[in-house]
Structures are given as C-alpha cells and as structure tokens.
C-alpha cells in the first residue's frame, strides 16, 4: 500500500498526460475517442433483472501539465432501467493519502471493459474492468483492475477482485485468459532494492467464486535486463514450474502475444531470442 501512495504522489505532482481507451494504445499528445459506453448483463449473466453497466466521461478536464486530458468516468450497475447507480461494484474505493490527491485515484480511461470466462463459456462469466488515472509526466499512469461476478441468488452483482498499481516499471496486474493458469490474476511488483526484480503474485479461482493467493516470490528477470518480453512472461516458466504445471525438460510453453521460435531458459527466465 505504502508503494502505490508513493505511485499517487507522483501522479498527482505530475506534469503531462497520456492515452489509452478501449485497450487500444494512443500517443501521449491525443485525447482517446468518447468514452461513453454501454453493456448488456443480462443475456452473458442469465440475469433476473435487466442488469447493465454504464460508463459515462465527465466534461474534459486539464491534465497535471496543463494538457487537455478526459474527463473523469462514472462507472455505474443499473438493476432497472431508471433504477439508482450502484458503483461500488465497479469502482474501486479511493483511498487517497491526502484529500488533495483524490484527482490522482480518479479513473479518467476505460482501458478494459468486457466478458471474460475464466472456466471457459459453458461456466459462469466475470465482468473484466481496467481503467487508468491521468498520467505523470513520465507516462506513469495508476491502473486499477477488477473482476465482478453475479450472485443468481441475490440476483446482485460483486467485486471478487480488486488491486492497482503503476505502469512505467515494467509492472503489470494480468487476467489469464488460456492456458493451465486460464482464470487466474498474474501481477509483477517492482521490487525497491537491488537486485531490482519483481515480486510475482498468483491468485486462482476457489470453488466459492473468489481469489486466493497461491504463490508469491521474487522474480528472476530484473529491471532493464535487456529482455523484450513482459515481466509476466518471462517469468512463465517459473511460475508453472511452482505451481507444478511445468517441470525443467518439457518442452517450454510460449507466450501467445508475440513470436517467440527460438525459446531459451537463462538463470530460469524466458527469452525469445
């Protein structure tokens, strides 16, 4: 908690802004496309009641370095059609070390909004949100993820799980959308001393339909190293081979996101070249 205050602070001491709406990356000097949006719950939930999520962007605001940035969203569930916003679902609470660094925890780019079936689509789905503060003037950018399920009995929706962090340490929170780890959270830490890895964090699915961390431990890929591939990545074989999916010998499974025809372990960390 103490790294993502310090991740605030530098945010709201700011000075410029960046872009990314919708999971498509933009320059730094342009303003995403609305960020308006509307989702259907009710047919991918089998929902009671004529649920949806509503994403609306607030009048456009001037970012820490005086630049044109979006306005802040509201992200808020509706029951029924003029029913009342619940966003405590979909909203991560804002804890802000400071009153005067509230704007700084404030969602301002819907990066992720979509469906996701951690137990593929014959099992129950979760409502898969990423969304990112305004960003620093090095590109820093807080970025909450979270995954919301359905209680068919409550006909209600919940927050199973929620966590933030920076963006331009190489850091990153991952839902794993296939593979042995499908339905899981991946999330790399920068760590604050030598030799400048990563705690790497695991947390699966229970039968009860919430997050458990089952692994924890510092990464052999370190900071700057020269390796292309995300943290998360590079560390793959590690992760499997602790979680006794993968064992030395095997053949290396490969990240699907790029091309990697030359796999090699080095110091038990992933490269592609």
Not at 159 to 168: A, I, K, L, M, P
Not at 184 to 208: D, K, M, R
Request: charged share 20%; glycine share 6%.
């Amino acid at each position: 908690m103490d790294k993502l205050i310090a991740i605030v602070a530098i945010l709201a001491a700011g000075l410029t802004n960046a872009a990314e709406a919708q999971g498509i990356d933009q320059s730094r000097s342009s303003h995403p496309a609305h960020q308006g949006k509307t989702l259907d719950l009710t047919k991918p939930f089998h929902t009671r009641s004529s649920w949806r999520l509503v994403v609306t962007e607030g009048t456009p605001v001037r970012d820490f370095g005086d630049n044109e940035a979006p306005g802040a969203l509201t992200l808020c569930l509706y029951k029924v059609l003029r029913g009342p916003c619940l966003s405590d679902p979909v909203t991560l609470p804002l804890h802000p070390p400071d009153p005067d660094y509230a704007v700084a925890w404030e969602p301002h780019y819907l990066i992720k909004a979509a469906i996701v079936y951690p137990h593929g689509p014959a099992a129950a789905p979760f409502l898969l949100l990423v969304t990112g503060s305004l960003y620093s003037g090095d590109g820093d950018q807080l970025r909450s993820t979270q995954l919301v399920s359905y209680d068919a009995d409550k006909d209600m929706f919940q927050r199973v799980y929620g966590q933030s962090t920076g963006h331009n340490n190489n850091q990153e929170i991952r839902f794993v959308t296939d593979g042995p780890l499908r339905g899981s959270v991946i999330s790399a830490e920068p760590q604050e001393h030598l030799p400048y890895g990563f705690w790497i964090v695991v947390n699966q699915l229970t039968p009860q339909g919430t997050y458990h961390q089952v692994l924890r431990y510092a990464s052999a890929t370190r900071y700057n190293d020269g390796n292309p591939l995300a943290v998360i990545d590079s560390e793959m074989p590690n992760i499997q081979n602790r979680l006794a999916m993968w064992k030395p010998g095997e053949p290396i499974r490969t990240p699907k996101s790029k091309p990697c025809p030359k796999p090699s372990l080095r110091n038990t960390e992933l490269w592609c070249r």
